[in-house]
């Protein structure tokens, strides 16, 4: 975070994020950056930055996954936009430094939520899906763009829940395999927001 203290400033002053990734953003490299902006934004830091969120993201704060996914996209041509949206993320996470990963013994079966985005990257026409599984706090968490270009949200939805069920059926076949089949003697619940 020191390292990166006056591009904050620079960029955001005082202000302290409340989510992790600005809303309403997608980084895509559709948009053609402008002369010396990508040389300028790799010498700043930025791919040793995102490298840092992402261990951080992937071991303490999965709730920034789906910005981490979004950061990664312009990873060789970072943009202005791209730059300030990885401040954006580093100053919410240092300001929730003291929450992370809560881990605790349940009695309850493993549950999955899965979702989609009906919102399409204009460089390729894929959207963002992610999905998590939660047994006593996130064991495995993803966020990442679809194979394919969806023709509408229910495909994009179905593609999803097609992702996380592959997961999903892993990690039932390892915990039956580690001796923990009582933890899921019944089928898991999986939670999505469609109704097709």
Same mark, same amino acid.
């Given at each position: 975070y020191?390292?990166?203290?006056?591009?904050?400033?620079?960029?955001?002053?005082?202000?302290v994020?409340?989510? %992790?990734?600005?809303?309403?953003?997608?980084?895509?490299?559709?948009?053609?950056?402008?002369e010396?902006?990508?040389?300028?934004? &790799?010498?700043?830091? +930025?791919?040793?930055?995102?490298?840092?969120?992402?261990w951080?993201?992937?071991?303490?704060?999965?709730? /920034?996954?789906?910005g $981490?996914?979004?950061?990664?996209?312009?990873? /060789?041509? %970072?943009t202005?936009?791209?730059?300030?949206?990885?401040?954006?993320m580093?100053?919410?996470l240092h300001?929730?430094?003291h929450?992370?990963?809560? &881990?605790?013994?349940?009695?309850?079966?493993?549950t999955? +939520?899965?979702?989609?985005?009906?919102?399409?990257?204009?460089?390729?026409?894929?959207?963002? !899906?992610? !999905? $998590?599984?939660?047994w006593?706090? %996130?064991?495995?968490?993803?966020?990442?763009?679809?194979?394919?270009?969806?023709?509408?949200?229910? +495909?994009?939805? +179905?593609?999803?829940l097609?992702?996380? &069920?592959?997961?999903?059926?892993?990690?039932?076949?390892?915990?039956?395999?580690?001796?923990?089949?009582?933890?899921?003697?019944? %089928?898991?619940?999986?939670?999505?927001d469609?109704?097709?």
């Amino acid at each position: 975070y020191d390292i990166f203290r006056d591009d904050i400033s620079c960029v955001l002053g005082k202000r302290v994020p409340k989510v %992790p990734f600005p809303e309403g953003i997608i980084l895509t490299k559709a948009i053609q950056p402008m002369e010396g902006e990508v040389e300028r934004n &790799i010498k700043r830091g +930025y791919q040793r930055l995102i490298g840092s969120l992402l261990w951080y993201v992937r071991h303490i704060s999965p709730i /920034a996954a789906y910005g $981490c996914s979004q950061l990664c996209k312009l990873m /060789a041509t %970072p943009t202005d936009t791209a730059w300030e949206c990885a401040l954006h993320m580093l100053t919410y996470l240092h300001a929730e430094r003291h929450h992370g990963l809560i &881990i605790s013994e349940t009695d309850e079966p493993p549950t999955m +939520y899965v979702d989609a985005s009906n919102r399409d990257d204009p460089h390729d026409g894929k959207c963002q !899906y992610g !999905y $998590c599984i939660m047994w006593g706090g %996130p064991l495995i968490a993803k966020s990442g763009k679809l194979n394919h270009v969806g023709m509408n949200s229910t +495909y994009n939805e +179905y593609m999803a829940l097609t992702h996380a &069920i592959k997961q999903l059926v892993w990690l039932r076949q390892l915990m039956h395999e580690t001796g923990m089949s009582a933890h899921i003697s019944s %089928p898991t619940i999986v939670y999505a927001d469609n109704k097709q």
